[in-house]
């Protein structure tokens, strides 16, 4: 499987980041009380029978503080983008006035700002969850190298105390990046 303890660090690298990637785009979508883009940009729309993002088929933006202007390319698929956007629950409701959709971002609530606060809470501890598993899987290769002979007692020492860094790094930056996202929904 690694060869050595460099491809288990690149590896591990590598899945740390993604993992905190999926957590930034997740986090993107969590609305707050203002309008943009990053809000629908993930939504897939199903047009021509195939599952399309929205921002790969129309100009998505932002003209009011509290206004999403969604324009496709395509005036027959505005049907299809009202659909997906109803279908991602994200507590809007569109208008569809037959050339363009406008996305008004209605003023959040006390208590809506606080389930958001625990739904971003649980995508960090999601990424979190994610991270140490790659640790886990990190830790088990470096073993499984030591006991195949291919590094020494050191190496599996030096190895590991690197991986556990790479954690503690990721999940520091998991933490901003929920604490940055909560301090943006109780923003009023």
């Known amino acids: 499987m690694y060869e050595s303890t460099d491809d288990v660090l690149l590896e591990t690298d590598d899945k740390m980041e ?106 960090g501890e999601e990424a979190r969850v994610a991270i140490r598993a790659v640790r886990r899987e990190a830790n088990d290769a470096v073993k499984a190298l030591e006991k195949a002979a291919k590094i020494s007692e050191d190496d599996r020492d030096r190895t590991l105390n690197e991986v556990q860094k790479y954690t503690d790094n990721s999940v520091k930056k998991v933490d901003d990046l929920v604490a940055a996202k909560e301090k943006d929904i109780m923003a009023v």
């Open 18 to 123: 993604k993992a905190i990637a999926h957590l930034q785009q997740g986090l993107s979508g969590l609305r707050t009380g203002k309008a943009t883009p990053s809000l629908v940009d993930y939504l897939m729309v199903e047009c021509y029978g195939t599952q399309t993002r929205l921002n790969q088929m129309s100009l998505i933006s932002t003209p009011e503080p509290r206004l999403i202007v969604i324009k496709p390319y395509d005036p027959s698929s505005l049907p299809a983008i009202e659909k997906a956007i109803l279908a991602a629950n994200i507590g809007v409701t569109p208008l569809n006035d037959g050339r363009i959709i406008r996305v008004p971002i209605p003023e959040l609530s006390e208590e809506r700002r606080r389930d958001l606060t625990k739904v971003a809470n649980r995508m």
